[in-house]
């Protein structure tokens, strides 16, 4: 459905309720998207996210410290959340209520990368048994992020103006980045602009870390302790408007990103450019018996790779072949001269949500929804000569992916001290997608067999998924509540999962989304993700709250669990002996996975002194998985981790000293060759001071400027002929990414 359709439909849905609407006014803040669901979710708002965002530009990273969250090392700004070993796709994230995309084959334009951290209001992760309606197409969990709902002026106040601008600076790569907030409302209507930039250059590791200081090209190289591709330059703006009257509130929310580049550390490809434009419509009406939403989203993205400053660009015969560290410069392109490798990728997402919270009585609430989502995605590589010659290569062509939900929930109390959540949804995801060619049909690492092979399946594919909540609450005494549920979530595989279709070890490096250096090709025959999870929590706590124990061990079982076969591109067969300790060439299957573990958080009062209030803060979580078809254990796994958390208040002083303990990964996934990691230990400190209308942070990570590598860093591709897993310059098999050296950083907030 077209959509102009879908937002007609949207509005249309919309009038039986405002024609019964009532003459409550919205309040003065309204919280979008928001909704108080029996099971707790971690949440980010308010004084920790200011915090948090003076020290990075990463808006993924603002999770870090909530329990059971852990982060994929990908670029600068585009770390991607993984909730209890389940990343990526495997989550559903919403951004200011659109359920964005990664439109590239490594995934380099994820949801979180479109919203800035100083834009950031308010973070909710709901892991495991997550509510339907803020579920769907996931087995991970759900993790909503919302900018600053609209705010308006108080009757008689007249025209209210305010704002913010901000900036920071990191000594660690050079960082720098300025935002700039600023609104203007009145009793009915309200304007508001954010807008962002940020640039970092390479960052520092803690000491040395490479075998080879070469890059691949002629005159440049990078000093041993420099973690290669990890420069980044992007800005972004958006435009909110608003429109109260009454009970209704309209909104309108226009983004634009532009992203210069993001190198990847961790990819043989970086991000060379990133355009994306978003429009964002939303109803929102209150009445006497409930709430009524509706929101439809469209947005473009326009995504460009190749390779940055610190990768080889010239390659075949001409540039010195395979042989030579680094690439000559060459002209004109043909099949003894190659320019780069430039992969494009265009999409575009509309998307509809309608849903209405409907208050049965006092104590029971019923919430139903529709949601849907038609994504369509090209992606293909022109020819830059070499291997990548003469015809221009489509890796995914006239891919659409389209999402029908529906879905009810009831949240209520069964009897004192029980209360209760169930909720079902049912998804409809059809996917397809349009013929393969090659580079070179005629030959080319078996592009024409392949192409072939490929085209001569139906495309098509319908998947009708199920998912189901069943929660409960128990209230032991004022101080203490015991929470334990069942959740039923189901995945359909992504276009990249589904259609990739080249077995040339070349091209299926390039389809590589995990960072662990290996090639990736698609399997029609994917069937949806099923995840069956058991899960509880005992919340102990102070009556006021002034301390706090939660304790959450949980327990996964996923079948049809979308892992991965070493493959043969000769004989197109899954290899009978592992490749061991070298990249490899892998395909998506569908095998049994399950995954356990427990998570804990706390928070301390350690008492009242002359000197400050001082308190104590914690998380540890910790998660086993394993392929049990295999016996393999599952990619990705954060080891045991802890983050301790020593805070100091005294007068406008809001002070830490933390400390992040994180075990050896030595349990690894043999069929991608993993990489071990040690364990380490870090410590960071920062510091604040605010006026009434001035804010000064400053801090140290990585105090002991301590050399590491990061347990979810996946291969360090950062510098060489990346194109390759075996020429000369290649990057060697073994190398982690590391994690960044120590950090002094600063920031300033004025608010106005």
Known sequence: MPFPRLTLAALMATLPLVAAADDTRLPRTVVTDQADHVPDAATRS??????????????????????GVSLYKAGGVSSLPAIRGLADDRLRIRVDGMDLIASCPNHMNPALSYIEPAAVAHASVFAGITPVSVGGDSIGGSIVVDSAAPRFAAPGEGMRVSGEAGARYGSNG???SA????????????????????????LSAGGNFTRSTAIGRVGHTLDRDTIGSTAYQTSNHQLNLAFRQQNHLFEARFGLQDMAEQLYPNQRMDLLDNSAQRTNLRYEGRFDRGRFEARAYHEEVDHFMDFGDDKRYWYSAASGGSAAINGVPCAPIAANCAAGMPMYTSSQTDGLRLQADITLNDTDLVRTGVDYQAYELDDWWPASGGGMWPGTFWNIRDGERDRWAVFGEWEG????????????????????AGDAIGYNPAGGGFQGRDADAFNAQDHQRTD??????????????????????????????????????STWQMAALMNNFVGDGNGYVGNLDLE????HTLSATLNWHAEDDAWGLKVTPFYTRVTDYIDAAQWNGTTNTERDVLLEDQFTVLRYTNQTARLFGIDLAGHLPLGHTAYGAFGLKGVLSYVDGKNLDTGDDLYNIMPINTRLTLTHQVG???????????????????QRNEIETSGYTLLNLRASYAWQQVQVDFGV??????????????AYLGQGTTMSATAAGAPVWGVGVPGAGRNLYAGVKLRF
Not at 417 to 426: H, K
């Open 179 to 202: 935002n700039l907030s600023a609104a203007a409302a009145s009793e009915q209507f309200s304007a508001h602009y954010t807008g962002s930039t940020a640039r970092s250059n390479d």
């Open 528 to 531: 949806p993700e099923k995840a």
């Open 652 to 670: 406008g002083w809001n002070n830490a000293a933390e400390v992040v303990a994180v075990g050896g990964k030595h349990d690894v996934s043999d």
């Open 46 to 67: 308010g004084k920790t996210l200011r915090e948090a965002t003076p020290a990075t530009d990463d808006t993924a990273s603002l999770l870090r410290g909530l329990p």
């Open 174 to 176: 050079d960082a720098f």
């Open 464 to 501: 009708n998924n199920w998912d189901v909540t069943a929660l409960a609450r128990y209230a032991l005494s004022a101080t203490a509540e015991l929470e334990f549920g069942f959740a039923r979530k189901t995945r359909s595989p992504n276009l990249y999962e589904r259609y990739t279709w």
């Open 413 to 432: 109390m069964l009897a004192q001290p029980w209360t209760a959540l169930f909720g079902v949804r049912y998804e409809r995801v059809a996917s397809d």
């Open 701 to 714: 990570e990585n105090v002991f400027d301590r050399l590491y590598f990061d347990p979810l860093g996946g």
